[in-house]
């Protein structure tokens, strides 16, 4: 399928010929002609399956064939949960809007208002921006929300993990009932459903892939180890695999930023990119680490959704995420637009719940490597199919004595993907083989990474040159030959909501308790 067969002017294939878009992809195949129809849209789509152009090329469509604005007015707002994203969806529309005469901006808080303010005076066809911000423009009388066309909710998902129901409430309450509402979101949780209950109308529902599935193209693994061996390790694979740039997703600000100093102890150049941190300062260290100026960035979750790196091709968990959703967005991170990516996270004993937890959601047992040296004193139990088989018989045998038990055969049984997969009850779409996973590489054996070669683009050496023609250093070179050329740093990301926004949740008498919204992210 062509974008000309999905019915989209020419100024827009144009451009897309320039970007190198040959084919829609599958959330672009089946949101395009719903958009371009005027309907509402809900639609389960990770970050990486192109789901921005999916919703920017049909609106930016329809708002070139339909009129024009007026000052202060918006005709297209896209609502995003972070600044990083806010920034990304907007480049999108400028990008994919490059041969239209159309005018679009975005707004987000931590930034002077003045300049967003001035930008409304003429009016816009597209604004992005965060919630709070947005509010407080309104609040300012800076913006009419009069001739609002179309709404956009992107990662819908993530705005309630922050916090952000009762601004979506507010706003909503100012919009025109009258509008087209398109509501994208990673995964269709029961209160993701609710919030589009109550704001979509008669919607096409689509789903580009199993929501909870990671992302196919990214290669998981993880390696058992202590806690405390966890930056020792983390040197040790950056010189043993000959890493080249990595995004390193840390649990919280603190942890980012002792192990930004640890690494620029041992000449690591790293950055950090966190709440403390001015939106400046963030976008300088996300550009730094994009032109390769520093070989690694630290981030917590906020600002994995934001980040859209081309060609990253490694991932690290060095702390595995509270919430199993979050190892979705941050693997997300790497294998982006089909290219070939690697996620190994470090686990300790302390994390295996959330282990389980991530394993479940994707329905995958991740295979399991030890690596010599590192090996954890503190074991992490099994939680493959020797995990779940003892834990089923347990279960079987408290809830139903008198039932026959069976044995436990693994997903060529028919049942569900090792680990705690079972629990969930939901059989098939395995990921990666469960029982094959654990037992052909038993910890401790030669599953070791002396022996058994990480996964690596076909052709190339694991942790060799993996783009060995291209020049080191250079933007698009990652874990090229030899040592990167980046200077000293660290980049560690966060993200964050306003006092205004946290100050407005609170005054929420239903606001929900969620880990995420307490603590520094
Ligand atoms: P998204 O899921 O919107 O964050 O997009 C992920 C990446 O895929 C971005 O870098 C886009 O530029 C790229 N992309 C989106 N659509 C296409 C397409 N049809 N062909 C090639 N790359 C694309």
Redesign the pocket.
Known sequence: MTFQALGLIDPIQRT?ET???????P??KQAIPVVLAGRDLMAA??????????FALPILQRLTMDGVTAPKAVRCLVLVPTRELAE?VYE?FRSYGGNLPLKSAVAYGGVPIEPQITKLRKGLDVLVATPGRLIDLHDQGAISFAMLQTLVLDEADRMLDLGFERDLDILLAALPKQRQTLLFSATFSDEIRKLAGGMLKDPVSIQVSASNTATKTVKQWLIPTDKRRKPELLLHLLKKLNWGQVLVFVKTRKGVEALVKTLQEHGISADSIHGDKTQPARLRALARFKNAEVQLLVATDVAARGL?I?ALPQVVNFDLPTVAEDYIHRIGRTG??SMEGEAVSLVCADEVDMLKAIETLTRQVIHRIEEPGFEADHRVPETGPKGAAAAAAKKAAAEAPAKKKRPFTGPAGGKAAGGSATASGKPGNVATGGKAAVTARPAGGDASLGTWTPPAPSGKPAGGARSAGAKPGSSRTYGGGGKPAAPKGAVVVTGGRGAKSLARAAGKATAKPGGRKTGPR
């Open positions: 897309l970007l190198g878009y040959k084919q829609p992809t959330v672009q789509a990770q970050t990486g399956t192109g789901k921005t152009a999916g990304q999108s859209d081309e982006r637009a």
